[in-house]
């Protein structure tokens, strides 16, 4: 929820006197009014993201759109809770882990957010069933490449402290059932396949506020550092700027396909996932 302070009329007139704070109204106009056709149509599987971590929005998300059963200490200032357990959501031959990143991995948290992300992540592991098929869902990508906000030309992993906590897991990974891992955070579109058993990563981070600077060819070939630190090559990674959204698709003899559209629903992309 992006209505965090008064906004200023005077850059931005056409928001002169809008809701704003972690309350209903500003909800209903971020969030659920524009979403009212999706929420009628089809259940929804919501993940907590930076902008409802425990220092700005985080009373209203636990009210409207938590997946947990909650206490009564959770809806004070005091409870928040920083990294709530992860669950699981089954479908007919399909499971999803559903964890919580919002928290940065910066924060000065005892213990570190490192070891809080590595005992989620085991508690996660430990909800796999062997044989079906399994993806995760977080806000903070496990593996990803943004640009520098001060010099694009510059790239950086995305995010060590998650990629540390994921080898600290008891089989130094995710079981081999987990085939994808969808998030957000990064303002761009990606996909990054690995040579090795880790899932791929999709990031669909087209749908929200300004978006990040374009990862270009040039800025490609400039850092391939970034590319050795991830374990892939610039051929396992493609990246998407304009505002859209991903649409996953079941094909009919098996399989997935993934759909990049812009707003008008034209696709500009199109990838199967294995």
């Not at 220092?55 to 409207?64: E, S």
């Not at 490449?145 to 790239?155: G, H, T």
């Not at 089989?171 to 899932?199: C, M, Q, T, Y």
């Not at 493609?238 to 707003?263: H, I, M, N, Q, T």
Request: hydrophobic residues 35%; glycine residues 8%.
């Amino acid at each position: 929820m992006y209505r965090e302070a008064e906004c200023d009329a005077d850059a931005q007139p056409g928001c002169r006197g809008s809701p704003w704070g972690d309350k209903w109204d500003t909800w209903e106009t971020d969030f659920f009014s524009p979403a009212a056709p999706l929420l009628r149509v089809a259940p929804w599987i919501v993940t907590r993201g930076n902008h409802e971590d425990c220092g700005r929005n985080h009373l209203g998300w636990l009210r409207f759109l938590d997946g947990r059963t909650l206490t009564d200490s959770d809806l004070t200032d005091e409870g928040c809770p920083l990294i709530p357990d992860p669950y699981k959501v089954g479908f007919e031959d399909l499971d999803v882990l559903v964890m919580d990143t919002s928290t940065s991995p910066s924060a000065d948290l005892d213990p570190s957010p490192q070891e809080r992300y590595a005992d989620d992540f085991t508690q996660a592991a430990a909800l796999v069933n062997q044989g079906r098929t399994t993806w995760s869902v977080t806000h903070r990508a496990f593996w990803g490449i943004f640009p520098d906000w001060r010099n694009p030309s510059v790239l950086e992993v995305a995010d060590p402290i998650l990629q540390a906590a994921i080898s600290m897991m008891p089989n130094g990974g995710w079981p081999s059932e987990v085939k994808l891992a969808l998030a957000g955070h990064i303002h761009l579109f990606e996909i990054l396949s690995f040579p090795d058993s880790r899932p791929q990563q999709v990031i669909s981070g087209g749908g929200g506020t300004a978006r990040d600077a374009a990862i270009t060819s040039e800025a490609i070939d400039g850092n391939p550092e970034v590319f050795a630190q991830l374990g892939i090559t610039p051929d396992d990674f493609e990246s998407y700027r304009e505002f859209g959204y991903v649409l996953l698709e079941r094909l009919p003899a098996g399989g997935w396909s993934l759909r990049v559209k812009e707003l008008d629903g034209v696709q500009v992309e199109q990838f199967s996932l294995r």
